[in-house]
């Protein structure tokens, strides 16, 4: 069977400058929150939302004179702290779509967002088999994590940069940096020669757009740009900027205006069925009738190939299937079971009572 062949989809550049992601990185007490405070008060920006990592500066900077920013409550897990990324991203897109000023996202630090994710990598290494075993041997014994716990680590990190990237505003990174003794290809000290590190994920300098460093003693620096306003000179000496601004940066150096709106990143995603699993989730906590409805959409959608439709109707199905026959809250045969009969039996825990309320 013939299938007519796809029709070439082009359309001329726009020549807008996008908006950036700004790293800006630094000894500690060079001024890095004070300086992305400053930035949330500009008249060229729309609302701006602070997420605070590991940090304890936010609510004392709402007094630098002319910040003005909403501070992102969060409950400290990954989960929460990228779902809260995803709540900034959606209204940034909504601000975008609304011709509005863009919305900024500071996130103070992305350092303290890779040492959570490298604790996280760290613990689970020394609770697999393998590492309490070992651990079990000699308790002060060093538990390497192995490349796939690593690579999930690196997948987090990249879910929240992706967000960050595509963000149709301003996102402003805060990391931390600093000089530390150079190394040589075995990773031993080289004498009396020093280099710069800047705490994150190796990816980190690639996510941004342009990277800026400050330190106590000196101007700041433009470390690297992706732009075609201004250049930073490739011999690895950074540009210095005296009194720079992120505002200054923004709109005078990369070129960046508040009318003219750059072209919404389209998300990438394997398949149109990926965009349709959230939709069945907030579906389903709707019943099953809310299910029936999307159920109507999906077919009625004229994108989606039959593959997908088959995708998105089977996590329908599913879903449906959970709702009209409900698993039990707890498993006769499991441990939680026999611990509560056995904790009813000697008269701590009234028969009848869950594990999961007794808890």
Not at 94 to 109: C, F, G, H, M, N
Not at 218 to 246: E, N
């Amino acid at each position: 069977m013939s299938t007519a062949p796809i029709k070439l989809r082009t359309r001329k550049p726009t020549g807008i400058t996008p908006w950036p992601v700004v790293l800006l990185e630094g000894e500690p007490k060079a001024g890095k929150s004070h300086t992305a405070a400053e930035f949330t008060g500009s008249d060229k920006t729309g609302q701006a939302y602070w997420l605070e990592l590991g940090e304890d500066t936010a609510d004392e900077y709402a007094n630098v004179p002319g910040a003005d920013y909403l501070l992102i409550d969060h409950n400290g897990s990954f989960r929460d702290i990228l779902g809260q990324i995803e709540a900034v991203h959606a209204e940034a897109k909504r601000a975008a779509a609304a011709k509005e000023k863009p919305v900024v996202l500071v996130i103070d630090s992305v350092s303290m967002l890779w040492r959570m994710l490298v604790n996280w990598t760290n613990d689970r290494a020394r609770r697999s088999n393998a590492g309490q075993k070992k651990l079990r041997q000699d308790p002060d014994a060093e538990v390497k994590p192995s490349m796939n716990l690593w690579n999930e680590a690196s997948e987090r990190w990249n879910r929240v940069m992706y967000l960050v990237r595509t963000m149709p505003g301003i996102v402003v990174l805060l990391a931390q940096g600093k000089e530390v003794t150079a190394v040589d290809g075995n990773g031993d000290p080289i004498p009396r020669t020093t280099d710069w590190r800047v705490e994150g994920h190796k990816s980190l300098a690639f996510d941004a757009t342009v990277w800026v460093r400050l330190r106590r003693d000196a101007q700041p620096q433009i470390v690297g740009a992706r732009s075609l306003k201004f250049q930073v000179p490739r011999d690895g000496k950074p540009r210095y900027a005296p009194g720079l601004t992120i505002e200054q940066l923004v709109f005078g150096l990369m070129g960046c205006e508040i009318h003219n709106q750059p072209k919404a990143t389209p998300e990438l995603t394997g398949d149109l069925a990926q965009a349709w699993l959230p939709k069945v989730d907030k579906a389903a906590a709707g019943g099953v009738e809310e299910l029936k409805k999307l159920w109507k959409q999906v077919e009625a959608d004229e994108g989606l190939s039959r593959e997908e439709v088959l995708v998105v109707r089977a996590s329908i199905e599913h879903r449906a299937v959970e709702l009209q026959n409900p698993k039990p809250l707890v498993d006769p045969t499991s441990d939680a079971a026999r611990l509560r009969a056995a904790a009813a039996e000697d008269g701590k825990e009234p028969p009848g009572t869950t594990f999961d309320e007794a808890a």
